[in-house]
């Protein structure tokens, strides 16, 4: 069974500059989530999906992010204009309703 | 807001028990003990997790006391593979997990 895929791995821009980063899910997870990990740090939650709903968008700075998850499978986040504390590792994470996560390999975006 | 606290380095001989802490004193009735470990570059790995009973898969054990305000993670035989970052979570009824920054194992030749 495939993982959790993301795309792309590496990412480098310049600040001002838009980014997207992509996530497939684990087939039949019904709950996707975006992470943010700065380095030294545990993962944080920016975004919870049920389906195609954002159930926990609490924690997403939506000045300049956002995200969606059209058909309740794939799901893209996308941050316009990048700014150098952008800098981190996001995370994609898929799982049933309740239940362990599973993450994929995850994005390090580094912004000059 | 993190859930948990555990210490922020351990190391570990190979061959040897790691066992790592967890504590949680503030967790519910009905919130589950999540392990996930990251080994550097990659994502988090689901490890073990647990309500009341202690638990054992092919990776660890996880030793719940019994007030639940604590636990333990054993890696019965330390391998240098299992160099990483170990997560004790505790997962809220909203299937929430907050991360702490987690315990560093290395496993020493």
């Known amino acids: 069974e495939a993982g959790v895929v993301q795309s792309p791995r590496y990412k480098i821009i310049e600040k001002k500059q838009p980014v997207a980063f992509w996530c497939n899910p684990i087939?039949?997870?019904?709950?996707l989530y975006w992470y943010l990990q700065n380095l030294g740090q545990g993962p944080e939650l920016l975004i919870r999906?049920?389906?195609?709903?954002?159930?926990?968008d609490s924690q997403l700075p939506k000045d300049r992010f956002s995200a969606e998850r059209l058909k309740g499978v794939d799901s893209t986040l996308k941050i316009q204009p990048a700014e150098l504390g952008d800098s981190a590792v996001y995370l994609c994470?898929?799982?049933?309703?309740?239940?362990?996560?599973?993450f994929g390999p995850g994005t390090r975006l580094t912004v000059l | 807001d993190a859930k948990t606290t555990q210490p922020p380095s351990m190391d570990c001989a190979e061959g040897r028990a790691a066992n790592l802490p967890c504590n949680h004193s503030?967790?519910?009735?009905?919130?589950?003990v999540y392990w996930y470990r990251q080994i550097h570059s990659q994502g988090p790995q689901y490890i073990i997790h647990?309500?009341?009973n202690n638990e054992t898969n092919e990776m660890a054990s996880l030793i719940i006391t019994e007030d639940r305000k604590s636990s333990t993670l054993i890696l019965p035989h330390a391998t240098l593979r299992d160099t990483a970052v170990y997560y004790c979570?505790?997962?809220?009824?909203?299937?929430?997990?907050?991360f702490g920054t987690g315990t560093s194992l290395t496993v020493i030749p």
């Open positions: 503030t967790i519910s009735g009905n919130e589950y």
């Open positions: 087939s039949g997870h019904n709950t």
């Open positions: 647990g309500l009341k």
């Open positions: 999906y049920e389906n195609e709903e954002a159930v926990d």
């Open positions: 994470a898929s799982s049933l309703e309740t239940g362990g996560q599973y």
């Open positions: 979570i505790v997962r809220d009824t909203g299937n929430q997990f907050y």
